[in-house]
């Protein structure tokens, strides 16, 4: 398993992720703002599901972006994930 990222390298390459999803620029995803909001649906939740497992190098629970909407609940749950490993 690759090194384990800090809160803002996690929160940063979901916001780039994201924004690539949804067409905007980075800058313009909030960490605090669900991500439903931004027109991300449960085929782009999926996708990012993978490509946090490709990211991380490790198995996630599909259901952990509607259990953690927003990019800041989100990075808090992986990091627990991550470390309880």
Known sequence: M???PSAD???AWLSERIATYV???PAD??????LAEYGLDSVYALTLAG??????G????PTLMWDHPTIAGLTQA???VMTSV
């Open 78 to 80: 992986l990091l627990q």
């Open 58 to 61: 490790m198995s996630l629970d």
């Open 2 to 4: 690759p090194p384990i």
């Open 29 to 34: 995803i909030r960490a605090d703002v669900p």
């Open 23 to 25: 067409q905007r620029k």
């Open 9 to 11: 390298a996690l929160s």
């Open 51 to 56: 490509d946090l497992e490709d990211h991380l």
